[in-house]
């Protein structure tokens, strides 16, 4: 069944007391004219509106139904409603799958039989669009013709975000709490098709199905609606509190984090730079992250530069074309650099103001920021101020430019400023750092959108039966081998045999211990390096006989210009997901590590690994460089090993894989596995 006529309804029944009183006075302060019916079995009225006694007494199907009765009753209301035909229901009670009954929750759906829900433990929405609150509480939406959604499993989280004062265009708001029937997948297909939608905004506790989501975001994408997510659950704590708040499962967070980048979905990690994305992005994505920045002062043009650095995005300087036009609107004592900071020669002079960011606005960046703090206190007079935001709206529209005006705080941004540039088609936002972040965010999402090759689906794949058992390392790598993966020459050999091998091998050898039972052979005294000699193997392999009575002989592997690690890691949510990163004595050391989801691609493994700040050892440093090809085929001889054995792999581990300036080769190799069959 459709979700439109449960969020934009012509006709609604409220069913309860005090709460359904709040949510029609909300409704009727929208301007809803449709049919509002109110239901309760003792009071005449509701917020004006004479009362039936029962859903049985209604005379006609409606659209949506708010039940903000009891939970066990609630179960028969919905029951009720369906046999009337409603298009869907709100569910406010609390006290189901969240609370530990999933039983009560599992017959609350049964009762609705198709009609759709949102909740149970949930608030509600408010769609200004639809002019409809069903919604028991305060809000500060407006109607508006075009606005951002913002979809929540949180009501306390959904009511702060309609409180804000940052000119914001909300045109709607959904809580789904716990998600029985209908979830964030649902919604962002339904809210992506409405063009009265400029873009949509997710805090997200967890995910019930990722494949659906996914799906649900390649439609948004297809729509050209931008997707800005505030995952909580970064942290163990923020686990703990999603797992008992909705009973949501937060999946490991860097697997969220590649899902996200697969997507093309913004990730931010407050949720005031939240609404600072949603409000960049309704005026749309950007082709990339080349901005330039406009002040009048040297110290916030620095600030701006320096609080880009680690950022995706970049202050290149001008063109041989745009810096003469820049300068002949300035005296000689400006230097024309980006960050720009073009003194206070020119500060209160209009025509002169908007030449100068005429000339910077036409130089062919993705976004244009004027950094702009404006007096808001009521003794001072903030008029220049106002000419100079003036100046750069009449700018940007001149040079047909993408911009934003920036105050580096937050409380210095008047309303009054924001919703005259807002309205001229220029993001007003508030506070620098969060400005920047929305400004990356909207560069990855327009990159994203430029990619041709197809989004990859999640694969879900049946987990086998059976104990995970661990691999010897011989066995890990001749069965990886087997996939393409280069190995060091060597031989498993009883102890006593060790000397012989190395003999025939050649030196310098390794020497390791070999049993399934020891997964971090170093720690245990079981790996020897660079044995150059049999006198060498032979003291090596007795001062491991306490650990085993096998050992593999190797050939030394040298000249590596870097060191990897390429690991595969089943998670509950997301299945097998692929780990690339620094590896060796840095894996800890560093964490400098990326995270895909399985299956992946040449392509998306490439960008992955081009994050990596090793991968600047592979690409070449300081006259040294590895074989970038070489490293990729070893990262598909895993991936391939992976899908081959995706119903068994448990984990698996390939640390270090050395990368030579001709070649990469896996020197240890681990893998637990469940049975194959």
């Known amino acids: ?21 709040i949510a029609i006075r909300r409704t009727m302060e929208l301007g809803f004219t449709g049919r509002i019916h109110a239901i309760h079995p003792k009071r005449e009225h509701l917020a004006g509106i004479l009362t039936k006694p029962s859903v049985e007494h209604l005379r006609e199907p409606v659209d949506a139904a708010f039940i903000a009765v009891k939970r066990e009753p609630t179960i028969e209301v919905v029951r009720q409603l369906r046999s009337l035909g409603c298009g869907g229901a709100v569910i406010y009670a609390a006290g189901f799958a969240e609370a530990g009954d999933a039983a009560l929750q599992d017959e609350l759906l049964s009762a609705a039989d198709g009609m759709r829900l949102m909740g149970p433990n949930c608030y509600g929405f408010v769609n200004s669009l639809a002019r409809a609150a069903l919604w028991p509480d305060e809000h500060g939406i407006k109607p508006v013709s075009r606005g951002v959604a913002i979809i929540t499993q949180s009501g306390n989280i959904a009511c702060n975000l309609t409180f804000t004062k940052r000119a914001l265009p909300l045109a709607a708001v959904f809580t789904i709490g716990n998600q029985v029937d209908v979830d964030m997948a649902d919604m962002v297909r339904e ?102 920045s406009l002040s009048c002062s040297g110290g916030e043009a620095a600030l701006a530069a320096d609080m880009a650095v680690g950022r995706r995005i970049s202050f290149p300087p001008f063109d041989a074309a745009t810096k003469p036009r820049v300068a002949a609107t300035l005296n000689e004592f400006v230097a ?97 750092d969060d400005a920047l972040m929305a400004f990356e ?79 971090h052979k170093t720690e245990a005294g079981g790996v020897a390096l660079n044995l150059q000699t049999r006198e060498d193997v032979i003291n090596a392999a007795a001062s491991m006989q306490h650990l085993s ?36 004595i840095l894996t800890e050391l560093l964490h400098d590590s990326v995270a895909l989801l399985l299956p992946t691609s040449r392509t998306e493994i490439l960008r992955a690994v081009k994050r990596l700040k090793v991968w600047k050892l592979v690409e070449g440093f300081r006259g040294k ?40 080769v896996a020197v240890d190799a681990l893998i637990r596995m469940r049975p194959i069959r």
């Open 191 to 292: 809210l992506a098709a409405d063009e009265r939608i400029s873009a949509i905004g997710l805090h997200i506790e967890g995910l019930r199905d990722v494949a659906a989501f996914a799906h649900a975001c390649e439609v948004a994408k297809a729509y050209r609606k931008p997707i800005v997510v505030l995952k909580t659950g970064r942290s163990e704590q923020g686990a703990k509190v999603a797992l008992s708040h909705t009973s949501s499962l937060a999946g490991a967070d860097a697997l969220y984090d590649a899902l996200f980048e697969r997507l093309g979905v913004a990730r931010m990690t407050s949720i005031t730079a939240f609404v600072e994305a949603l409000k960049f992005l309704h005026f749309g994505p950007l082709g990339g992250g080349k901005l330039v």
């Open 441 to 519: 965010a909207a560069a990855m999402i327009g990159e994203n959108w430029a990619r041709t090759d197809a989004i990859i689906p999640i694969a879900a794949s049946n987990l086998n039966g059976g104990e995970v058992s661990t691999l010897t390392e011989v066995e890990a790598k001749q069965l990886l081998k087997g996939r393409g993966l280069s190995v060091p020459d060597g031989s498993e050999c009883r102890i006593g045999d060790a000397a012989d091998v190395a003999q025939r091998l050649g030196f310098p050898v390794t020497l390791k211990v070999s049993s399934a039972r020891i997964a």
């Open 1 to 21: 069944m459709s979700l439109s006529q449960l969020i934009f309804p012509q006709s609604i029944a409220f069913i309860g007391g005090n709460e359904c009183e």
């Open 336 to 432: 024309i650099d980006n960050p720009l900071d073009y003194h206070t020669f020119i500060w209160n002079q209009e025509d002169k103001l908007t030449s100068t960011f005429t000339a910077v606005l036409s130089g062919g960046f993705d976004v244009g920021m004027l950094i702009l703090d404006t007096p808001t206190q009521t003794h001072l007079n903030p008029a220049a101020w106002h000419k100079t935001a003036r100046a750069f709206h009449t700018a940007a529209k001149f040079a047909q430019a993408r911009a934003a005006v920036v105050a580096t705080l937050p409380e210095c941004m008047p309303l009054d400023m924001a919703d005259e540039l807002a309205n001229g088609g220029i993001a007003p936002l508030f506070g620098l």
């Open 625 to 664: 460089s590895g074989d970038q090809d070489a490293v990729l085929l070893a990262i598909e001889a895993v991936v391939a090993f992976a899908h081959s054995y995706a119903a068994s792999l448990e984990e698996l581990d390939v640390n270090p894989l050395m990368v030579l300036p001709d070649g990469a």
């Open 549 to 584: 009575d096998k050992v593999l002989v190797e050939r030394m592997v040298r000249g590596a210009v870097a060191e990897l690690i390429i690991g595969v890691k089943r998670d509950p949510q997301f299945g097998l997901a692929l780990v690339i990163g620094a590896g060796g």
